[in-house]
């Protein structure tokens, strides 16, 4: 699996880099070493001049999340219409830890 991610500037790219491959290279409670190692291989950054249409659907996606996390009391519209896309277990209405996980 390749993660693509829009590049912001070289110094920024180089610490995601570092912290992606720490993490990649770590025992993560969530997975084991042999599984992150078969799962996830490759991190590539694009340039936003590209305007690639997946990065701008997550750009769309993203924001939205990222109010509701921090704070869901306030009203978010967009987040209402992500929402119920949300994966849930079956016979669950809660997305959270399953659809969604929010990692510190």
Same mark, same amino acid.
């Given at each position: !699996? !390749? $993660?693509?991610? =829009?590049?912001? =500037?070289?110094?920024?790219?180089?610490?995601? +880099?570092?912290?992606?491959?720490? $993490? &990649?290279?770590?025992?993560?409670?969530?997975?084991?070493? #042999? =599984?992150?190692? +078969?799962? %996830?291989?490759? /991190? +590539?950054?694009?340039? *936003?001049?590209?305007?690639?249409? #997946? !990065?701008?659907?997550?750009?769309?996606?993203?924001?939205? %999340?990222?109010?509701?996390?921090?704070?869901? +009391? &306030?009203?978010? *519209?967009?987040? =209402?219409? %992500? *929402?119920?896309? /949300?994966?849930?277990?079956? #016979?669950?209405?809660? $997305? /959270?830890?399953?659809?969604?996980?929010? $990692?510190?």
């Amino acid at each position: !699996m !390749m $993660f693509r991610i =829009e590049s912001r =500037e070289t110094h920024n790219d180089q610490k995601l +880099s570092v912290v992606y491959d720490n $993490f &990649k290279n770590s025992k993560h409670k969530i997975f084991s070493k #042999g =599984e992150i190692q +078969s799962k %996830i291989l490759d /991190l +590539s950054f694009n340039q *936003k001049i590209q305007n690639i249409v #997946g !990065m701008q659907i997550a750009d769309l996606v993203a924001y939205p %999340i990222g109010k509701w996390v921090l704070d869901n +009391s &306030k009203e978010n *519209k967009a987040f =209402e219409i %992500i *929402k119920p896309k /949300l994966h849930k277990k079956y #016979g669950n209405p809660n $997305f /959270l830890n399953y659809g969604l996980k929010i $990692f510190p």
